[in-house]
């Protein structure tokens, strides 16, 4: 019975690790809630690593090892379900309710519904109107500015069913950012595309993984500071790829843009 329990506390804390990481938690704070997790369940002799792709959580009880490893794949932020999955890491520290209990109001989480369609198109859009603005454009670029940031939403909604990879979610993505300058500079609307695109780019720079960065390297955890130093350049290759092929292409047919 104290075997089928530590297992299930393994699993419970390992599939909370992957939520986590998943909904865009720093690895520090994962490894933290999991020990604290394993500290409320009454486990001492553990040890939790976690890099932004996987998971490892080992329990020594009662001369016996229960070890658990969970591949992640791909991650996003949502800082509405990371709420909540630190509130839930709190109660079950405070509460320690049993684990299939805890495991059920995990899956409550996981299982809800993101932000509405509408809304994230909305969020996009303002998004790109406001750093418009911020960079010097006008109200009429920061109004059709909107279509960038609609555009990039549609891309990243589109590719994320067929999980393609990072590198090739933010080429076609700051393509589709690209285009609506592009052909309205090609129809002769007077905008500046430079002024739309630096205010949409906004929407694909990894800010947060940059902080990250710096915030791992302070702390000393280099091995996940250099992974997603990594991610970082991938994503700015694939930015700059992404809108000099469109631009380079309009160049060639149209002549300077």
């Known amino acids: 019975m104290k075997t089928e329990k530590t297992e299930q506390v393994l699993n419970f804390c390992c599939e909370m690790g992957r939520q986590l990481i998943q909904n865009g938690a720093e690895i520090y704070r994962v490894e933290d809630s999991i020990n604290r997790l394993l500290t409320a369940y009454g486990y001492r002799d ?3 690593f976690a890099i932004p792709s996987c998971v490892i959580l080992n329990i020594l009880d009662e001369g016996h090892n229960y070890t658990k490893s969970i591949r992640i794949r791909s991650s996003f932020i949502n800082l509405d379900k990371l709420e909540r999955l630190n509130s839930l890491c709190r109660r079950v ?22 932000y509405p369609q509408l809304v994230s198109y909305l969020a996009h859009g303002f998004v790109a109107i406001f750093f418009t603005l911020f960079w010097g454009g006008t109200a009429l670029d920061a109004c059709l500015a909107f279509l960038c ?10 590719l994320s069913r067929f999980e393609t990879n990072i590198f090739f979610t933010y080429v076609c993505s700051s393509m589709a950012m690209v285009l609506p300058p592009l052909i309205l500079s090609y129809l002769g609307v007077p905008i500046h595309m430079d002024k739309m695109v630096i205010g949409a780019i906004m929407l694909l720079v990894p800010g947060i993984a940059i902080t990250n960065v710096m915030r791992d390297v302070l702390a000393g955890d280099f091995l996940t500071a250099l992974t997603k130093f990594a991610e970082v350049l991938i994503i700015s290759m694939a930015l700059a ?4 092929i469109p631009v380079s292409l309009a160049r060639f047919f149209w002549g300077v843009i």
């Open 149 to 158: 940031g609609a555009a990039v939403k549609a891309s990243v909604a589109y």
């Open 241 to 244: 790829v992404g809108i000099a």
């Open 93 to 114: 520290c405070r509460e320690r309710p049993e684990p299939e209990a805890a495991f059920s109001l995990l899956d409550t989480i996981s299982s809800a519904s993101s």
């Open 46 to 48: 553990t040890e939790v």
